[in-house]
């Protein structure tokens, strides 16, 4: 007989840039813990109990641009779609993926 493996809580995020020009890397903060990412989808852990603040930023070395905040609950199934803005300044936007 064997165990249940229990996974640590995950929200599924893509991150996709504009496709003209180039942008610098997103940076994704959870929690307070900042970590670089790449362009595309992956899923990001929740660490701890309970709802999860995100921060979601580009630097492009003179200033931080493109930044959205939310909260990620543990157990959804939605995945959730970031489109960093198509000038180096205003905030991105977040949303949930349509099948």
């Known amino acids: 007989m064997t165990s249940p493996i229990a996974t640590p809580p995950h ?10 020009g180039w942008f610098p890397k997103p940076t994704v903060v959870v929690n ?9 989808t992956r899923n990001w852990k929740v660490p701890g109990e309970g709802a999860a603040t ?3 930023f580009l630097f492009n070395r003179m200033w ?12 959804t199934t939605e995945a959730l779609l970031y489109s960093a803005p198509w000038l180096p300044f205003g905030p991105g936007k977040i949303r949930t993926m349509v099948p």
């Open 11 to 20: 929200f599924q995020l893509t991150l996709r840039k504009p496709w003209l």
């Open 32 to 40: 307070g813990v900042a970590q670089p990412a790449q362009w595309g």
């Open 54 to 56: 995100v921060t979601i």
């Open 64 to 75: 931080k641009f493109g930044e959205v905040r939310f909260e990620a609950v543990p157990g």
